[in-house]
């Protein structure tokens, strides 16, 4: 079948359709009910099917033959260690884990924060809570204590997994004082706080009471089995920005996002069982769940564990060389990881050392794929690079090109077509679709297929405000989008508070409440603003209150402070400005479009709804002042 009589069938025989997708994974009990609604009328897939994710992983491997396969490599250069782990290894580790984390007292539905860094023990943990049907939720290692509380808050976990140390190129990251600050933060208490201790050699300790020792656990403990889940119980929880302060906890079912990331591997990234698969994502976002993990485990690919950055550890090279090394197939990263390198290696004389004789396919995602960066990985690389356009909520891609068909086409800018089972429409602010070539915003017709988000963890009032309630029976994306007459889509950027730092989702409406909270600022807006490398970096500008003393470098140093104190070093806010006043409208909401169009210097029309227009030129005064 092609891939268009695929996506066809998708969408008009849908069920039958995802019955037979999820014939290609092993259920302990196949489902009768492929579609279906929940408990709040919203639509779910295969409700009555058991299965267990990590035994689909690992045990199946093993059970097919597959024991003695690579399974994981684990390559830091940052600690100069390479290590690999068959399917057997991998499940002795896990399943003693899991046992120990059971005689912990933890159990199916319980939640437990991972909180580490690119190690092998990240990975372990999750399979391990996977097996015991405990829901993880793991935490981006670069994010701040205050981030942390607010994710033990909401998810209240029986267990947080952490490690001694995270490494950034050669700064090493104690992560134990941030867990420390995090829990006398937490309103509730975290009773099993597991560390797997680095041994690093400048390891300072920094243990305190209380701790369990993650080897320990391990050694001591009797292996776990696999328990049988329901299709829909979730795997696990993973916050992510939303347009308020407060991060959403997105859901995500069991059987429906293992059939969908077996399709993905198979359709999507055309890649064969027994292939190496490499997406350098960390763990704490979604790509790193599904593609790091999940599915590459489940489609019996080696995955790899790379603790470093694309540049400096040691240089520009590092992805070529693994690639190389270890004959990746097929890898997935973010633009600004290829910008970066196309930065320091220009002429692509560090891809010259390695062989990449094996690398079929590169895929991009997280945020926008320049064209100049397309055309640098097109004459260096000289392998296809295939944007494609996914979010934490759907889990696995949803605009792509499905590779397994060798006719598939790529048009430059385009993150590709609507992948088999998203019904893509571009619609209008009333509801009504576009032609092509009108930009407009990008909803999916309901059911979403299966895989994507159950709903917020706790909070289907907010799921409904922020997906269901824009276009009754679509989901409503964030995301604005053009198709072409051919139906290609090209992605124009959120349409909402969302920015994307360097392939980081960010919220600067949570910037926004920290720089407010600053006892000398009236009000400000956090815009994204145009970024080279990063893509988009946040800009505040704020106002001071009547009578404040303080200086503008005075307030700006706070704010980054701040922002890093309490988002982490990620958010990358690096810039305040103080202005007098903040363009408004008459009814008085700030005009955040036209401050992010002047500070990009771009050409901008004056909104009519502005409530005085002189504040263009007073705040372009200050944009010069400020940049000089
Ligand atoms: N733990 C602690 N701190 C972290 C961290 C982590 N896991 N990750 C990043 N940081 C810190 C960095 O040290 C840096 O701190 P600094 O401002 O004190 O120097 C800050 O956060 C910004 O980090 P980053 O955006 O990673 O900048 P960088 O200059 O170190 O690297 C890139 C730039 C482009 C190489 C890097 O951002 C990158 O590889 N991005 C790809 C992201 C990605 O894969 N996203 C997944 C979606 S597919
Ligand atoms: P995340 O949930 O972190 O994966 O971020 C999802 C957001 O990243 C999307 O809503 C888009 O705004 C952006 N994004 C992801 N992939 C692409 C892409 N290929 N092109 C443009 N934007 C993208």
Not at 66 to 76: C, K, P, R
Not at 85 to 111: P, R, V, W
Not at 214 to 225: F, G, H, I, M, N
Not at 324 to 346: G, N
Request: net charge negative.
């Amino acid at each position: 079948m092609d891939a268009d009589n695929l996506f066809k069938q998708s969408i008009e025989n849908k069920e039958n359709f995802w019955k037979e997708q999820a014939k290609e994974i092993q259920w302990f009990e196949f489902p009768e009910k492929i579609l279906s609604k929940d408990k709040n009328e919203y639509p779910q897939w295969y409700a009555d099917g058991k299965l267990n994710i990590c035994h689909l992983c690992i045990d199946q491997h093993i059970e097919d033959g597959f024991g003695d396969q690579t399974a994981i490599i684990y390559d830091s250069p940052v600690t100069d260690q390479k290590k690999t782990y068959t399917f057997n290894q991998a499940k002795e580790e896990i399943s003693k884990l899991a046992g120990g984390l059971a005689s912990l007292g933890l159990k199916k539905g319980d939640t437990a924060v991972i909180y580490m860094p690119m190690i092998p023990q990240t990975l372990f943990a999750m399979l391990a809570c996977a097996r015991i049907g405990v829901i993880h939720n793991v935490v981006f290692g670069g994010f701040a204590p205050h981030e942390l509380v607010v994710r033990i808050d909401d998810c209240k976990p029986k267990a947080l997994i952490t490690a001694t140390a995270g490494i950034e190129i050669a700064r090493r990251i104690p992560y134990l004082p941030l867990v420390e600050k995090a829990i006398e933060l937490a309103q509730d208490k975290v009773d099993n706080i597991i560390v797997y201790n680095r041994k690093l050699a400048d390891n300072r300790h920094e243990m305190f009471e209380g701790l369990i020792d993650y080897e320990e656990l391990v050694q001591k403990s009797e292996p776990a089995d696999c328990v049988s889940v329901e299709s829909t119980h979730p795997l696990y929880l993973l916050y992510t920005s939303g347009t308020t302060g407060k991060p959403k906890g997105i859901a995500r079912d069991t059987g429906g996002y293992a059939t969908a990331l077996k399709f993905s591997m198979k359709y999507i990234y055309g890649v064969e069982p027994g292939e190496t698969y490499w997406a350098a994502s960390d763990f704490g976002w979604a790509v790193g769940h599904s593609f790091s993990v999940y599915g590459p485990l489940i489609n019996r690919n080696t995955t790899i564990i790379f603790e470093g950055k694309p540049i400096m550890t040691p240089d520009a090279g590092t992805f070529w060389r693994i690639i190389s090394e270890y004959k990746v197939s097929v890898m997935f990263t973010a633009p600004t990881a290829i910008r970066a390198i196309k930065k320091e290696d220009p002429n692509g004389e560090l891809v010259k050392k390695y062989d990449l004789t094996h690398f079929k396919k590169q895929f991009l995602a997280g945020e926008r794929c320049d064209v100049a960066t397309l055309d640098w990985f097109a004459e260096h690389i000289g392998v296809p690079a295939i944007d494609h356009w996914w979010q934490t909520e759907s889990g696995w891609p949803m605009l792509g090109l499905m590779t397994f068909d060798a006719d598939y086409q790529i048009k430059r800018a385009s993150a590709g077509k609507p992948v088999p089972g998203y019904d893509i429409r571009i619609f209008d602010e009333n509801g009504l679709e576009l032609d092509p070539h009108h930009e407009g915003y990008l909803v999916i017709r309901l059911p979403l297929p299966p895989g994507a988000l159950l709903g917020i963890w706790n909070d289907h009032e907010r799921f409904q405000s922020s997906y269901l309630s824009q276009y009754k029976g679509y989901y409503f994306s964030g995301d604005g989008a053009i198709q072409d007459e051919d139906g290609y889509i090209f992605i124009t950027g959120r349409v909402d508070d969302v920015i994307n730092v360097a392939g980081h989702r960010l919220s600067t409406s949570e910037m926004e409440e920290i720089v407010s909270s600053h006892p000398d600022v009236a009000e400000c807006a956090v815009v994204g603003i145009d970024d080279e490398l990063r893509g988009q970096v946040p800009f505040a500008t704020v106002v001071l209150k009547n009578g404040s003393a303080i200086t503008e470098e005075e307030i700006e140093k706070d704010i980054i402070r701040m922002v890093r104190e309490k988002i982490g070093a990620v958010a990358f806010l690096k810039n305040a400005m103080v202005v007098k006043r903040l363009p408004k409208t008459r009814s008085g909401k700030i005009l955040r479009k036209l401050i992010r169009t002047l500070l990009d210097g771009k050409d901008f029309q004056v909104p009519s709804t502005i409530d005085d227009e002189k504040i263009i030129e007073e705040i372009q005064e200050k944009i010069n002042e400020y940049r000089a």
